[in-house]
T-cell receptor, first 112, second 110 residues
Framework: NAGVTQTPKFQVLKTGQSMTLQCAQDMNHEYMSWYRQDPGMGLRLIHY???????DQGEVPNGYNVSRSTTEDFPLRLLSAAPSQTSVYFC???????????FGQGTRLTVV | KNEVEQSPQNLTAQEGEFITINCSYS?????LHWLQQHPGGGIVSLFM???GKKKHGRLIATINIQEKHSSLHITASHPRDSAVYIC????????????FGEGTQLTVNP
C-alpha cells in the first residue's frame, strides 16, 4: 500500500515553461487536494477535488490547472511557470471530509 | 489575523521534558488536525479530533471547542521528536478546505 505518491521530488523550470506534478493514491479516497508551502506561511490550498470529475478552486488557484479523471490520480499543471511559483507542493488525500489526511512527500519546485 | 494561530513559533527543549504546543482558531470547525513535518519535508498526520482528547504513545492532543483552542503535548520528549508541528482546521460551515497554522519548530536536544 503506497499511500500518496507524488512525482517528481525536485524540479527546476525556466520562466514560461509548463509542467505537470503528478499525484496518485491507492486508498480509494474521494477527497484530494494540492497545497503549496512557502516560508513564513502555512500551507495554502491551490485546488481540490471531492471525487472523480469534480474539481474546485482553493485559496491560490491562479496559474494552476487540475483535472480528476479517475479516483486515483489528481495532476497539477503549471501552465506558464513564474518565479512566484517557486515553492514546495504537497498533494493530500482523505477518505471523507472529516477523516485523517494523508500527504505525499512533496515536490520542491524552483522557477528561474 | 490568521484564522489559525500557533504558539510558540519555535521551541527548544531538553530530552525528557514535557512539551506543549498550542493552537487557537477563530472560526467554528468540524475537525482539527495535528500534523508533523520532519526535515526532508514529508508531512504525517498525528491526530484528527473534533472533541475531547486523543492519545497515541507519548503524544496527547486535546481540544476545547468552546474556547476554540487545542494543545498538543509530548511527554518524555526525545531528539527524534524534533520536527515542525502543524495545526489545521476544517471550517464547520461546509466546504472541503483545511486552513493551516504556520507551524511550530520543535528542537529537542540530547
Amino acid at each position: 500500500n503506497a499511500g500518496v505518491t507524488q512525482t517528481p521530488k525536485f524540479q527546476v523550470l525556466k520562466t514560461g515553461q509548463s509542467m505537470t506534478l503528478q499525484c496518485a493514491q491507492d486508498m480509494n479516497h474521494e477527497y484530494m487536494s494540492w497545497y503549496r508551502q512557502d516560508p513564513g506561511m502555512g500551507l495554502r490550498l491551490i485546488h481540490y477535488s471531492v471525487g472523480a470529475g469534480i474539481t474546485d478552486q482553493g485559496e491560490v488557484p491562479n496559474g494552476y490547472n487540475v483535472s480528476r479523471s479517475t479516483t486515483e490520480d489528481f495532476p497539477l499543471r503549471l501552465l506558464s511557470a513564474a518565479p512566484s511559483q517557486t515553492s514546495v507542493y504537497f498533494c493530500a488525500s482523505q477518505w471523507g471530509r472529516n477523516t485523517e489526511a494523508f500527504f505525499g512527500q512533496g515536490t520542491r519546485l524552483t522557477v528561474v | 489575523k490568521n484564522e489559525v494561530e500557533q504558539s510558540p513559533q519555535n521551541l527548544t527543549a531538553q530530552e525528557g521534558e514535557f512539551i506543549t504546543i498550542n493552537c487557537s482558531y477563530s472560526v467554528g470547525i468540524s475537525a482539527l488536525h495535528w500534523l508533523q513535518q520532519h526535515p526532508g519535508g514529508g508531512i504525517v498526520s498525528l491526530f484528527m479530533l473534533s472533541s475531547g482528547k486523543k492519545k497515541h504513545g507519548r503524544l496527547i492532543a486535546t481540544i476545547n471547542i468552546q474556547e476554540k483552542h487545542s494543545s498538543l503535548h509530548i511527554t518524555a520528549s526525545h531528539p527524534r521528536d524534533s520536527a515542525v508541528y502543524i495545526c489545521a482546521v476544517r471550517p464547520g460551515s461546509g466546504g472541503s478546505r483545511l486552513t493551516f497554522g504556520e507551524g511550530t519548530q520543535l528542537t529537542v536536544n540530547p
